[in-house]
């Protein structure tokens, strides 16, 4: 996650903390304080939990990982780019190796 | 062969891409939802409208999926255009009761 998306969901967190606080504050205040012990959470803590929601899922979207393209030709031309081989499961298979011819090879080597 | 299969013929998918791009909308559907239930909580939801929150949550997290991370496009990135909408949607239900309850007892004072 960049630095953007990680401040954006800092800063929602903390939000949302307060506002938590916030209403835990007024539900001791309404319970025990009150004379009126039947009030409604006020707005501005309603507005400030909605406020920090919405800013969290903002900044977990903005910073996700970018999707991909799922049509193949276009997932194989990002892999050769990188200078890999998107058909490297058909091309190489330890089931059609010549083993002998290896075996050559290393021995070949080796002197 | 039907429409659909010969259309997969013609263009076929990739199934890397496909199961990396569910893991990101898997992720930030469970994350989102985790926060909704604590939001839910906080604003002392009860019965219908917890849920009806979820839903408008969820329909949030749909719109930004579909503006921000696939820009207008979910048939490039997803099997169908609208997995982008109804993919994973409910994966984050059981999360999303668990910190409703947990916050809505822990707000009451």
Do not use: C
Request: zero cysteines; charged letters at 15%.
């Amino acid at each position: 996650m960049s630095f953007v998306p990680t401040v954006i969901t800092v800063f929602s967190l903390v939000l949302l903390f307060h506002a938590g606080y916030s209403a835990y504050e007024f539900s001791h205040y309404v319970k025990h304080l009150a004379a009126n012990a039947n009030a409604t959470l006020p707005v501005d803590i309603v507005a400030e939990t909605v406020a920090a929601t919405a800013l969290f899922a903002f900044g977990q979207v903005l910073g996700a990982n970018k999707l991909k393209s799922v049509a193949f030709a276009k997932w194989a031309k990002g892999l050769e780019r990188e200078g890999k081989n998107p058909f490297a499961s058909l091309e190489q298979r330890p089931g059609f190796m010549n083993v002998r011819k290896l075996r050559e090879e290393y021995a070949s080597t080796k002197e | 062969m039907d429409e659909k299969e010969r259309k997969q013929a013609i263009s076929p998918l990739s199934a890397e891409s496909l199961q990396q791009n569910g893991k990101t909308v898997y992720y930030i559907r469970s994350v989102t939802s985790t926060i909704f239930g604590v939001s839910a909580g906080i604003l002392g939801l009860e019965s219908y409208y917890g849920f009806l929150f979820y839903v408008g949550g969820t329909v949030f997290v749909s719109l930004l999926l579909f503006g921000l991370l696939a820009r207008g496009r979910p048939a490039e990135y997803f099997t169908s255009a609208k997995d982008v909408w109804t993919s994973n949607a409910l994966t984050g239900l059981s999360s999303f009761v668990l910190t409703w309850t947990l916050f809505y007892g822990l707000v009451d004072a």
